[in-house]
């Protein structure tokens, strides 16, 4: 079922096909396919995201079909503003800016093309990140992202390297 | 990389490889106090203001342009610099305890933490970037999700591409030249009549046109217009 739909299958409509199978069970029965494939030598797996299943081609083999498609580009700053909007939205750009201490226009107008973000509905203007967002990272939902304040301990542990080697 | 030594072109064109490296200012900051081996909790303000006053100063005199954000932040700098060098006035001992410098210090711990963020998310697989899914089978054209920002694009599209100002026109029950003799047809019968007496129904159009009607005759030296005070009735008086 997963093979015939573009796009990816929400566990949902798995469901209604097929009433009686748990969610556990299909995240079970997925991940015996995945051993299969990868014994097999495949050059694809099921992940999950969204909610949904779809069939990707594994990492090693991106080389080859970048050449074939557009490419999608994600530059530093874009990255940054998508962090932004994923870990503290919804937000509006001038709180994006005041974190950045830079203007953020192109960036936001790069990931609304992208569908990456949008605007929620209600003022003052704010981004909020998509499911296309979460499909293409690999979330199932927001609460999947880890928890900022590691990113600020993370800080915390680089100052106590630092200081080491400057006490050296 | 030897910021001082601006002579020798090997570091001038070091200087330019590390140019787009930087976000922004706050970017530039943290590479800073980086390379000085301090940590945010022990930092050591003023060097680091030194060192990036420099570092733009460079920038400038290889008339490479920068983004204003630099300049901003290189005037906050120097004003905290100046902060930090005065001595306290010693009456308000409260207000000099809030270090200007911890501003400073929680925008860039903020702005590092996402840094950090965002290359942990970059680090993921990414769809179309990383890892790719099935291509769109032929035929069978889906409907695209349409969001909010795509709306927005849509209309300033068409708005920058239809530079047409449309305007609305009111088809007017009275023209003025009419109005200008149904006053006249009245003032034939009262010298002086008021201007609301020559309307019909309370429209806005019609005061606007029974307004200028009374002032082409005014002009026309048919009709006097008089009013008491501010505000007050409006009375047109044939001449």
Redesign the interface.
């Known amino acids: 079922m997963i093979?015939c739909t573009?796009?990816?299958l929400a566990v949902k409509d798995i469901m209604d096909v097929l009433p009686g199978v748990s969610e556990d069970r299909l995240d079970l029965m997925v991940s015996d396919l995945n051993t299969v494939y990868k014994e097999s030598g495949r050059s694809f797996r099921i992940?999950k995201?969204s909610n949904g299943y779809?069939?990707?081609?594994?990492?090693e083999y991106?080389p080859y079909?970048?050449s074939l498609?557009p490419r999608?580009r994600?530059s530093?700053?874009s990255?940054?503003v998508?962090?932004?909007v994923?870990?503290k939205g919804p937000c509006t750009k001038h709180s994006i800016e005041n974190?950045?201490?830079?203007?953020s226009t192109s960036s936001l107008k790069h990931l609304?093309?992208l569908?990456l973000?949008?605007?929620?509905?209600g003022k003052p203007m704010n981004y909020i990140t998509?499911k296309r967002f979460l499909?293409?990272?690999?979330l199932d939902s927001l609460s999947d992202?880890?928890d900022?304040s590691q990113?600020?301990e993370?800080?915390a542990e680089?100052?106590?390297a630092?200081?080491e080697?400057?006490n050296d | 990389m030897n910021l001082a030594a601006k002579s020798q072109p090997a570091s001038q064109q070091d200087f330019i490889l590390h140019l787009n490296v930087f976000e922004g200012p706050l970017d530039l900051l943290l590479y800073l106090i980086e390379k000085n081996r301090f940590t945010l909790e022990s930092i050591d303000v003023c060097p680091i203001i030194e060192q990036y006053l420099e570092y733009i100063e460079n920038i400038r005199s290889l008339n490479i342009s920068l983004a204003g954000e630099f300049l901003e932040m290189a005037s906050y700098l120097i004003w905290l610099k100046s902060c930090l060098l005065l001595p306290g006035t010693g009456e308000d001992e409260q207000d000099d305890k809030i270090n200007p410098a911890e501003e400073l210090k929680e925008m860039l711990i903020a702005y590092r933490a996402i840094k950090l963020a965002s290359s942990d998310l970059r680090d993921r697989p990414i769809l179309f970037m990383d890892k790719f899914p099935r291509g769109e089978p032929q035929g069978g054209k889906k409907l695209p999700e349409i969001g909010i920002g795509a709306l927005l694009e849509a209309i300033n599209t068409i708005r920058k591409r239809t530079r047409l100002y449309v305007m609305e026109t009111h088809s007017t029950p009275f023209g003025i030249r009419e109005m200008m003799a149904r006053i006249w047809r009245m003032l034939g019968e009262n010298k002086k009549i008021a201007l609301n007496d020559v309307i019909d129904s309370r429209t806005k159009t019609e005061y606007i046109g029974t307004l200028m009607a009374a002032l082409e005759m005014s002009k026309a030296s048919l009709a006097r217009l008089m009013q008491k005070e501010l505000f007050a009735k409006i009375y047109i008086v044939k001449r």
């Open positions: 093979f573009s796009g990816s992940d995201a779809m069939f990707v081609t594994r990492e991106a079909i970048k498609l999608t994600l530093p700053a990255m940054e998508l962090a932004l994923a870990y974190i950045r201490g830079v203007d609304l093309r569908k973000i949008d605007i929620k509905p998509t499909e293409m990272f690999g992202l880890p900022i990113f600020e993370i800080f680089d100052d106590l630092a200081q080697d400057n």
